[in-house]
């Protein structure tokens, strides 16, 4: 990370500002202020959010791109692996996630339309890796970070396939991108209606640190909206945002925020960390959570007219460069 990114950090965290925003690779955007939507507890110190797709770095010639024990996910202020804890901030006061949610029936039913991504950015030297999932027949919703410079088709892998995807809608603004993949027949997933609420039980499903389908118990701990730099860091956009309590991992990015019910509450996209105090709290306060399980989902509203746009989209877009 450059000097002036630290510096803009620093004087934030000092301003008592607490910032969030994506980091990818070791770019990190600070600068996001929250604005209250429905339940959000201050919080002193410092939070920075992660985006979390995994690099892995291009070897060109004839051995291709590295094992999956070669990756290199996103770091934080210029430390490599994924993101770090060094304190609380007190983002969130709601209950830990409930383990036994990921057993549910709807998670079951969803898992065949969660799917990973991967494909290679030939003008940055690296190969990107994601989750996504199925949203309209032979379309896949991810995050525009996960496929930034990507070039040509991608690779698209479901519970038994895999297939060659192609990026059909681009929006580096919210951070969403849509993925025509002929021959997908998985079932697409629908989103939840009503909306969730504070302190609703969710799963994160996807495919971290390029590995098998994972779940993971999350905690929807309130709705936001956040102004935050686009994946660029070239305009400040403002994001209809949950932050939730999960544990959430490089490799995550693009994945649903799955309801019990197998409903997509939303689409994962960054995860948090950072240093400052917990928030003080009496004995019939919920346990704060730190920012080790704090992460940040867009809302079904937030990727509506994303969805509409790219749902019958077949015709192949620019992905720009790198972010």
Same mark, same amino acid.
């Given at each position: 990370?450059?000097?002036?990114?630290?510096?803009? =950090?620093?004087?934030?965290?000092?301003?008592?500002?607490?910032?969030?925003?994506?980091?990818?690779?070791?770019?990190?955007?600070?600068?996001?202020?929250?604005?209250?939507?429905?339940?959000?507890?201050?919080?002193?110190?410092?939070?920075?959010?992660?985006?979390?797709?995994?690099?892995?770095?291009?070897?060109?010639?004839?051995?291709?791109?590295?094992?999956?024990?070669?990756?290199?996910? +996103?770091?934080?202020?210029?430390?490599?692996? +994924?993101?770090?804890?060094?304190?609380?901030?007190?983002?969130?006061?709601? +209950?830990?996630?409930?383990?036994?949610?990921?057993?549910?029936?709807?998670?079951?039913?969803?898992?065949?339309?969660?799917?990973?991504?991967?494909?290679?950015?030939?003008? %940055? &030297?690296?190969?990107? $890796?994601?989750?996504?999932?199925?949203?309209?027949?032979?379309?896949?919703?991810?995050? *525009?970070?996960?496929?930034?410079?990507?070039?040509?088709?991608?690779?698209?892998?479901?519970?038994?396939?895999?297939?060659?995807?192609?990026?059909?809608?681009?929006?580096? $603004?919210?951070?969403?991108?849509? =993925?025509?993949?002929?021959?997908?027949?998985?079932?697409? =997933?629908?989103?939840?209606?009503?909306?969730?609420?504070?302190?609703? &039980?969710?799963?994160?499903?996807?495919?971290?640190?390029?590995?098998?389908?994972?779940?993971?118990?999350?905690?929807?701990?309130?709705?936001? &909206? *956040?102004?935050?730099?686009?994946?660029?860091?070239?305009?400040?956009?403002?994001?209809?945002?949950?932050?939730?309590?999960?544990?959430?991992?490089?490799?995550?990015?693009?994945?649903?925020?799955?309801?019990?019910?197998?409903?997509?509450?939303?689409?994962?996209?960054?995860?948090?960390?950072?240093?400052?105090?917990?928030?003080?709290?009496?004995?019939? @306060?919920?346990?704060?959570?730190?920012? &080790?399980? @704090? *992460?940040?989902? =867009?809302?079904?509203?937030?990727?509506?007219?994303?969805?509409?746009?790219?749902?019958?989209?077949?015709?192949?877009?620019?992905?720009?460069? %790198?972010?």
């Amino acid at each position: 990370m450059d000097e002036t990114t630290l510096r803009t =950090l620093l004087d934030g965290a000092l301003a008592g500002e607490p910032p969030i925003g994506p980091v990818a690779d070791n770019a990190l955007r600070a600068g996001i202020r929250l604005r209250r939507r429905r339940v959000l507890s201050a919080a002193a110190g410092m939070a920075v959010a992660a985006a979390i797709a995994i690099v892995l770095p291009v070897v060109t010639g004839p051995l291709g791109a590295p094992p999956a024990t070669r990756q290199h996910p +996103p770091s934080v202020i210029g430390l490599a692996g +994924p993101p770090s804890i060094t304190g609380q901030t007190g983002l969130l006061t709601v +209950p830990p996630p409930d383990p036994a949610v990921v057993k549910a029936a709807g998670v079951a039913r969803a898992r065949p339309s969660v799917v990973k991504i991967v494909g290679t950015a030939p003008s %940055c &030297s690296r190969t990107l $890796e994601g989750s996504g999932f199925v949203f309209a027949p032979q379309h896949v919703l991810t995050n *525009a970070h996960v496929v930034a410079g990507v070039r040509g088709a991608v690779t698209v892998t479901g519970r038994r396939h895999t297939f060659r995807g192609t990026v059909v809608l681009y929006d580096p $603004e919210r951070d969403v991108a849509v =993925l025509y993949v002929p021959g997908l027949r998985a079932g697409p =997933l629908h989103f939840a209606s009503p909306p969730p609420n504070r302190a609703d &039980s969710a799963i994160v499903a996807g495919y971290p640190l390029n590995e098998r389908f994972t779940a993971v118990p999350a905690r929807i701990g309130g709705e936001q &909206s *956040a102004n935050i730099p686009d994946i660029y860091q070239a305009r400040t956009v403002t994001r209809d945002i949950y932050a939730i309590r999960a544990v959430v991992r490089p490799g995550n990015s693009g994945g649903p925020l799955l309801a019990p019910s197998g409903a997509v509450d939303g689409m994962v996209f960054a995860a948090a960390t950072g240093v400052g105090p917990p928030l003080p709290r009496s004995s019939a @306060t919920p346990p704060t959570s730190s920012v &080790s399980d @704090t *992460a940040y989902v =867009l809302t079904a509203g937030e990727v509506a007219s994303d969805v509409s746009a790219g749902r019958t989209a077949t015709a192949l877009v620019s992905t720009q460069g %790198c972010d």
